[in-house]
C-alpha cells in the first residue's frame, strides 16, 4: 500500500503559479499511474492530469491544457502539479491519487480508476 502527501498549496492571485508535491511512502512511485484531482466546495471532484508510470504520457482535462503541467521523479517517489496562470475558479482541494492498473504506459481520468488518495492541499486563487 502507498500512502500519499500533498503540499505547496497556498493563498495566490489570478495569473500567478504554484507547484504542488506529492510524496509517496510505502512503495515505490514507479509502480503506480498518478493523477492529480481537485474539489471545490459543492462541487465533485474532477479530473485534473495524470502522468504515466514511465513519465512519458500525460493527459490533461481541457480546461489545464497549456496551463498546467505534471511530471514525476520516481527517485524522489514524488509527483509535481505546475499551475500557470492561475484563475480564480481554479480554487480547490487538490489531491494527488495513485493506480496499479493499466500498463507502464498508461494514464487514467477517471476517479474510480485510482486506488489510493491524498489527504489534500488547499489551492485558493484571489482576484
Known amino acids: 500500500q502507498v500512502q500519499l502527501v500533498e503540499s505547496g498549496g497556498g493563498l495566490v492571485q489570478t495569473g500567478d503559479s504554484l507547484r504542488l508535491s506529492c510524496v509517496a511512502s510505502?512503495?515505490?512511485?514507479?509502480?503506480?499511474?498518478m493523477g492529480w484531482f481537485r474539489q471545490a466546495p459543492g462541487k465533485e471532484r474532477e479530473f485534473v492530469g495524470a502522468?504515466?508510470?514511465?513519465?512519458?504520457?500525460?493527459r490533461y482535462a481541457d480546461s489545464e491544457k497549456g496551463r498546467f503541467t505534471i511530471s514525476r521523479d520516481n527517485a524522489k517517489n514524488t509527483v509535481y502539479l505546475q499551475m500557470n496562470r492561475l484563475k480564480s475558479e481554479d480554487t480547490a482541494v487538490y489531491y494527488c491519487?495513485?493506480?496499479?492498473?493499466?500498463?507502464?504506459?498508461?494514464?487514467?481520468?477517471?476517479?474510480?480508476?485510482?486506488?489510493?488518495w491524498g489527504q489534500g492541499t488547499q489551492v485558493t486563487v484571489s482576484s
Open positions: 510505502g512503495r515505490p512511485l514507479r509502480g503506480y499511474v
Open positions: 502522468i504515466s508510470r514511465s513519465g512519458d504520457n500525460t
Open positions: 491519487a495513485a493506480s496499479f492498473r493499466g500498463n507502464y504506459d498508461s494514464v487514467m481520468s477517471l476517479r474510480d480508476s485510482y486506488d489510493y
